[in-house]
């Protein structure tokens, strides 16, 4: 599975992003695919996800600023990101989660970079 991820970039604060990650294969497929995000010196966090179901879940701190959805006729997932603070600064990563045969399988997209500041 390949996820590739675009559309980070430097904007200043209040500011919108749109992040877009492609899937090798139908979103719907995944027990869940979204977004995570890193700062150097912190784990990797959990940012916003999309259950197979179609339940969403969000980090608190993004909760009202940010969007997840997705588009499975382009197998494609966004993040759409309004209101940004400085402290939406990290590499974004796209991840999707899947079982087969009972083993949990994790995939990585290589990270964007946003960064807020003015």
């Known amino acids: 599975v390949e996820l590739v991820e675009s559309g980070g970039g430097l904007v200043q604060p209040g500011e919108s992003l749109r992040l877009s990650c492609i899937a090798s294969?139908?979103?719907?497929?995944?027990?869940?695919i979204g977004w995570y995000r890193q700062v150097p010196g912190k784990e990797r966090e959990l940012v916003a996800e999309?259950?197979?179901?179609?339940?969403?879940s969000y980090a608190e701190s993004v909760k009202g600023r940010f969007t997840i959805s997705r588009d499975n006729a382009e197998d494609t997932v966004y993040l759409q990101m309004n209101s940004l603070k400085p402290e939406d600064t990290a590499v974004y990563y796209c991840n999707a989660e899947e079982i087969y045969n009972l083993v949990k399988y994790n995939y990585w997209g290589q990270g964007t970079q946003v960064t807020v500041s003015s």
């Open positions: 294969r139908s979103t719907s497929t995944f027990k869940s």
């Open positions: 999309i259950w197979k179901s179609g339940g969403i």
